[in-house]
């Protein structure tokens, strides 16, 4: 991309900033602690820090019943992908975004989802999807000579696609990774507590019954001195 027709790919012009989509990846379903929460407060900050419209692009139930609730403007839903995460079921979201920057509806668009760090840990983010952003390395690639069969444009038309498919792919796989994470700990702390619950009401019933047979023995043998008094 650095070092020939990358300028002239639809998919890496830059434009002035005129109106931003944000796709916004969530869960369908609550019970899984802080996740959606997280990429909703995420969401909103990055929200609150735009000067232009934004249009969101949903993918889950539960970002946009909120977004909506808050009046915003969502372009296009997505049903939330099965666990398999089969790479037709983004399909949709791709050559709708690929579509929509390609004919400059959108100057800018961005990915709100949950990066998976470890099964405790996932970190909501907001990273930019297009325009693509050159490496780091892209001055040192411009100077090496390049020879493309066939040419980069051609290339790129093919590779570029597929590329922010396989983008929005793994942040749809790294949100579900992190929500069933999320879930599992959640469910796990909510075992713990009714363990902690059940062991508590427990001792409490048992000292409450202690304490009422010891009342009826006392009641008892304060009867029989009583009538051994009275003999």
Known sequence: ASSGGAARHPLMAKRDVKKIALVIITADRRLCGAFNAGII????????????????????????DHFQRLGCTIAQHFAQPSREVR????????????????GAKYDQVFLAYAKFVSVLKCQPVVVQLLPFEKPANAEKAAKAAYE??????????????QYVEVLIYRSIVESLASEQAARMIAMKAATDSAGD???????????????????????????????????
């Open 87 to 102: 790479l037709e079921e983004v399909g949709g979201v791709s050559k709708l975004v690929i579509g929509e920057y390609g």
């Open 148 to 161: 493309f069969e066939p040419g980069a444009e051609q290339l790129l038309g093919t590779l570029l696609p």
């Open 197 to 231: 619950m059940i062991t508590g009401l427990t001792r409490e019933y048992n000292n409450a019954r202690q304490a009422s047979i010891t009342n009826q023995l006392l009641e008892v043998v304060s009867g029989a001195d009583a009538l051994a008094k009275e003999e």
């Open 41 to 64: 407060r995420e969401a909103q900050r990055f929200l609150r820090e735009q000067s232009v419209p934004v249009e969101l692009i949903t993918v889950g139930r539960k970002g946009r």
